[in-house]
């Protein structure tokens, strides 16, 4: 799982694929909640083993996506969480729940 700020336009993630890519990428998003896909233009990396994809999209503070990125058959396959939380802070309940 990756952890995206929704307050950034611009966005980078690095990981592993399962092969590297030669070509262009389709890289596809799907919005859990409104179950919509969508297909986001992009750019990559590689470098020192890690796949570094650059996009642009505007999303929505709390919303969870699945990602998709294809050449031939799928580079690779995950989940988007996105929060301005600090990933060292985040927790699921954070300001939902008092206790006394």
């Known amino acids: 799982m990756k952890v995206l700020n929704p307050n950034n336009t611009t966005h980078s993630i690095s990981l592993i694929p399962r092969y590297y890519p030669d070509n262009a990428v ?6 859990e909640t409104n179950k919509e896909n969508t297909v986001v ?5 590689i470098t020192n083993g890690l796949l570094t994809i650059v996009f642009d999209y505007t999303f929505t503070d709390k919303s969870k996506y699945q990602l998709k990125l294809e050449e031939n058959s799928i580079v690779y ?24």
């Open 41 to 45: 233009s992009n750019t990559y990396s």
């Open 77 to 100: 396959r995950g989940k988007l969480l996105i929060t301005d939380q600090g990933t060292q802070d985040y927790t699921i309940t954070k300001d939902l729940y008092y206790y006394e």
């Open 26 to 31: 389709v890289f596809t998003l799907f919005n």
